[in-house]
């Protein structure tokens, strides 16, 4: 499979999961200004929704949405056991907790990043994420992982956009739970390979 990805984006999700999933990956990097592939080509042309993550299926079709495309992986996977088996409740719940790290999350982080955001947009979506992290904190505090001893999917995209806190000034060692659950999935050698691939770690 072919994986379009910006170094440290949400692509880091699916990312993650290829490679839990023991897949092998062809990544191509994009310019997320310009919309160009590294080493040529309009990257419109792969997705016109202008933004990663993309994966390119060895017969040529392209699949988007971050949340979806772990799923496709995932099932593609079955004996990695990356997602319970789609109809259980339990695969529900892991969708719960996907929609929840898309909407909830890290679309909130998005202000967090922009140059022309408001202070007040700012402070608003700090203050909602804070407010989503209390309920995370919650949840976590005596599981190793989001469906409890079985890493999962939505575990990637949670580590995903919890890496951003860094980048953006949110102070995570408020929620000792989210840090030592960060550093838990961090130290997954399938993660730290997926990170130093993206150049994120040596
Ligand atoms: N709805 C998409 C959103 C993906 C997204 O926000 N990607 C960001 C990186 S984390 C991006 O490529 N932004 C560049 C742009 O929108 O131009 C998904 O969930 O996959």
Redesign the pocket.
């Known amino acids: 499979m072919k994986l379009y990805y910006?170094p440290g984006?949400?692509?880091l999700s699916p990312h993650i999961v290829l490679r839990e999933a023991g897949q092998s990956v062809e990544l191509k990097k994009?310019d997320?200004?310009a919309?160009v592939i590294d080493g040529g080509g309009d990257y419109l042309q792969v997705n016109p929704?202008?933004?990663?993550?993309a994966v390119e299926l060895p017969g040529g079709e392209v699949l988007?949405?971050?949340?979806?495309?772990v799923q496709y992986i995932a099932d593609q996977n079955a004996d990695s056991k990356l997602a319970p088996k789609a109809g259980t409740v339990e695969r529900v719940r892991l969708q719960e907790w996907l929609n929840f790290v898309?909407s909830e999350l890290?679309?909130s982080?998005?202000p967090l990043f922009s140059k022309t955001a408001s202070d007040d947009w700012k402070a608003g979506a700090t203050a909602n994420l804070s407010k989503r992290f209390d309920f995370l904190s919650a949840k976590l505090q005596d599981k190793k992982y989001l469906l409890g001893e079985q890493f999962t999917i939505a575990d990637a995209y949670l580590f995903t956009v919890l890496n951003w806190c860094r980048g953006v000034k949110l102070e995570l060692g408020k929620w000792p739970v989210l840090v030592e659950y960060h550093a838990r999935v961090a130290a997954r050698p399938k993660v730290q390979e997926a990170m130093r691939a993206e150049g994120l770690v040596k």
């Open positions: 910006s984006a949400c692509s994009v997320l200004s919309k929704k202008g933004y990663v993550p988007t949405e971050g949340a979806v495309i898309a890290h679309k982080f998005s």
